[in-house]
């Protein structure tokens, strides 16, 4: 497709800003990705840019990581992947274009939820196991665990440097395990990395201006922007699929 490039490219440009601003904007990321790579082929190319930026958030917020947390948490996180590789590894793209969009509203209908109602799931007993099954779970299907991680994390009420290392470690865990499940399916081969070597540009001004610009965006606004992208590639998922 000739305009593959530019799909991908924006794509990368979403990642970088989320990773060093944000976050939680996997819900938008992974639509665009879809309409260069209409399928979980998608996933192929994301997560090796996901794991780059990943590192560098590691080297930069390298101290105060709560290993007790990240201990609880990702053994289930394990599972949640390998039960979403399962998952992902038996169905079709049309399929999972399909329950991809169904996937995203939900998610969707959590978010705006959880602005007037809080969650107790987050602060009981098993926390932890739930959390990271869904995280592993939904980070393989919809590339979406973001905000459902930042409630786990709040809900441990650590200090701002704790909570943002803690983050950045857990993401990166899992991704690894997510990108170990891709190559066991066959889903990462030379076309799929081809296409994030395209996208590396988009990434670095991606994460330049995530980290410089930021402060200047209203929340508010920003929350309202992605809502209206995450509504609009879901209804093109589920309603303007091609035969």
Not at 15 to 24: A, D, E, L, P
Not at 176 to 183: D, R, T
Request: a positive charge; hydrophobic letters at 60%; one cysteine or more.
């Amino acid at each position: 497709m000739e305009w593959s490039w530019l799909f991908i490219s924006l794509a990368c440009l979403v990642t970088g800003f989320s990773k060093f601003s944000v976050g939680g904007l996997g819900l938008v990321i992974l639509p665009l990705m879809m309409l260069a790579f209409p399928g979980p082929e998608a996933l192929a190319v994301i997560v090796p840019l996901y794991l780059l930026t990943d590192f560098i958030a590691v080297l930069t917020y390298r101290k105060n990581i709560n290993w007790s947390v990240l201990a609880r948490l990702i053994p289930f996180g394990a599972v949640g992947v390998a039960l979403g590789t399962v998952v992902l590894g038996n169905i079709d793209a049309r399929t999972f274009m399909t329950v991809l969009g169904l996937l995203i509203f939900a998610l969707l209908g959590l978010s705006i939820w959880l602005d007037y109602r809080p969650l107790p799931i987050f602060t009981n007993r098993y926390a932890a196991s739930i959390a990271g099954m869904l995280c592993g779970f939904v980070g393989v299907l919809a590339n979406a665990a973001g905000p459902l991680m930042g409630l786990f994390l709040l809900e441990q009420k650590m200090e701002k440097s704790a909570y943002v290392a803690t983050r950045v470690w857990a993401f990166m865990t899992l991704n690894i395990m997510k990108l170990v499940g891709l190559v066991y399916l066959g889903l990462v081969n030379a076309e799929t990395l081809q296409g994030s070597a395209v996208g590396l540009p988009a990434l670095f001004i991606g994460m330049f201006f995530g980290y410089k610009f930021f402060a200047r965006i209203s929340p508010e606004q920003l929350k309202m922007i992605v809502r209206g992208a995450i509504s609009l590639s879901a209804a093109h998922m589920l309603f303007f699929k091609s035969n």
